[in-house]
């Protein structure tokens, strides 16, 4: 007579034995929606950060492209009339927008007056004396003043290429 291997050590693999009325060992519903909170949880603080490191890193990518520019419009005699003139006349932020360039017209008279187009700073004064370049943002919307809503999120050249960054943080 053969034993039954359950008789004498349990046994575990395709071919165990079950014994009559033994059950069939699986996950119960605690179980189940146990893990599944954890993995919600996981998920919830996860995406918000994954989040904010791609406009990070968009940000980052726009720095570097202004700085990209302005060596190139630093390398010409005077500054060009427009993106083009440096082979960059399509180029797109990270966001799909055009990179705005204006270049500053010689001023007109006697007096310093700043050119009506250029960008502002928090006290009204002009944060570049020859050209303004920078990125819309996310939004795809600016102002000229840094202080507007519409322009905190611009990525800008300031200060002469002093400053190229986040228009909220200058």
């Not at 994954?50 to 005699?77: C, L, N, P, T």
């Amino acid at each position: 007579m053969q034993l039954a291997c359950a008789e004498v050590t349990p046994c575990t693999g395709p071919d165990a034995v079950r014994r009559p009325g033994q059950a069939r060992r699986a996950f119960t519903l605690i179980e189940v929606l146990a893990a599944l909170t954890i993995i919600g949880a996981l998920t919830a603080i996860s995406i918000p950060k994954f989040s904010d490191m791609v406009e990070k890193a968009r940000i980052a990518k726009a720095i570097g492209d202004i700085q990209a520019f302005e060596i190139d419009i630093d390398s010409q005699d005077s500054p060009p009339d427009n993106l083009a003139a440096i082979g960059r006349g399509r180029a797109r932020d990270p966001w799909g927008n055009p990179y705005v360039y204006y270049k500053f017209p010689p001023p007109k008279g006697k007096g310093n007056a700043p050119p009506a187009g250029a960008r502002k700073d928090r006290f009204l004064v002009p944060v570049n004396s020859t050209y303004d370049l920078y990125s819309m943002g996310a939004d795809g919307k600016t102002a000229l003043a840094f202080t507007a809503k519409a322009a905190r999120d611009d990525i800008v050249r300031a200060n002469d290429g002093g400053y190229v960054g986040p228009a909220v943080k200058f």
